[in-house]
């Protein structure tokens, strides 16, 4: 098993960032597995100044141990250049010259699991991909067919990306290559097995699962936690005002995570050493006991 943490340099860690990497972390290692830290840094305008250090100061601050060096994801562009040319071959995608204004005034436009559907509008057009964004083409091919796994916490997910997504993009049109492109294309290239991450993501999956068909990638193993969320039922996160995670208080951190997660340390471990509440948390853990559900305020 090969499992990976993979945090933007958006801001500070915060608890809903250290229960995906408590989760993902105690899961790969209590089955003798690896476990990567990746810093995914493409989108450069939302990143902080010192954010990575800070992230990663903070998890050694709280006891983890990642396998082999970090990689960053600013570094490794010439993998996405190569996927992308990859599926060009295979006629797969389309220049776009679409404003977003202009899509959300489409008459065909409509709803979708991630916003607007894109409506098709520049599919054959045939325009410069190098001008432009680029889309990859998932009406041609998904158009009666859904995208069906089986996640280990949430159950079997089905999707239908025609509908419910459209041609996504995979490279904007200022040269900033996607998520889904980058996610996909590092884990194949880490050799990652297994993803454990927040039900934020689970509507992205099934893009990600249509990528590693179209690039001839496995499919890896999907487990997908509840997310916390404020009263009004919002992410945690730097755009929410999250508090940044304090590593004098990595104990009580690691504790409150294990409660949310469904492991119910005992109250005393609050009050002992970092090392025995990590040793605790080994000899207990049990996957099955997270909650199915997919937020927690």
Not at 67 to 76: K, N, P, T, V
Not at 122 to 136: E, G, P, S, T, Y
Request: glycine letters at 6%; proline letters at 4%.
């Amino acid at each position: 098993m090969i499992g990976r943490f993979a945090p933007s340099p958006t801001g500070p860690l915060h608890i809903g960032s250290l229960l995906a990497a408590v989760a993902s972390y105690l899961e790969v290692k209590s089955q003798g597995g690896q476990w990567l830290l990746r810093i995914e840094d493409i989108d450069t305008p939302r990143q902080m100044p010192g954010a990575d250090q800070a992230i990663i100061d903070t998890l050694e601050s709280h006891g983890f141990c990642w396998d082999g060096e970090i990689i960053y994801q600013s570094q490794r562009l010439d993998l996405y250049h190569e996927a992308l040319k990859r599926l060009q071959e295979l006629d797969l995608l389309y220049g776009c010259q679409c404003s977003r204004k202009q899509i959300a005034e489409h008459p065909k436009v409509s709803m979708g699991v991630d916003g607007f559907v894109y409506p098709n509008i520049c599919n054959h057009l045939h325009l410069d991909l190098h001008q432009h964004a680029v889309r990859i083409k998932v009406s041609d091919k998904m158009i009666n067919k859904n995208i069906v796994f089986e996640d280990l916490i949430q159950g079997k997910i089905e999707q239908n990306l025609a509908q419910q997504v459209g041609d996504f993009v995979l490279r904007r049109a200022d040269g900033i290559f996607s998520y889904q492109l980058a996610v996909v294309v590092d884990d194949a290239a880490q050799g990652v097995t297994d993803i454990l991450r927040g039900c934020d993501l689970l509507d992205s999956t099934p893009r990600q699962i249509f990528l590693q068909h179209c690039l001839g990638l496995a499919q890896v193993n999907y487990c997908h936690i509840p997310i916390i969320v404020n009263a009004a039922g919002e992410k945690l996160s730097k755009q929410t005002l999250a508090p940044a995670l304090q590593s004098q208080h990595a104990v009580a951190n690691l504790h409150h995570a294990l409660t949310l997660l469904g492991q119910a340390p005992p109250k005393e471990l609050i009050y002992e050493s970092l090392d025995h509440l990590w040793q605790w948390a080994f000899q207990h853990w049990d996957i099955g006991q997270i909650p199915v559900r997919q937020k927690i305020v």
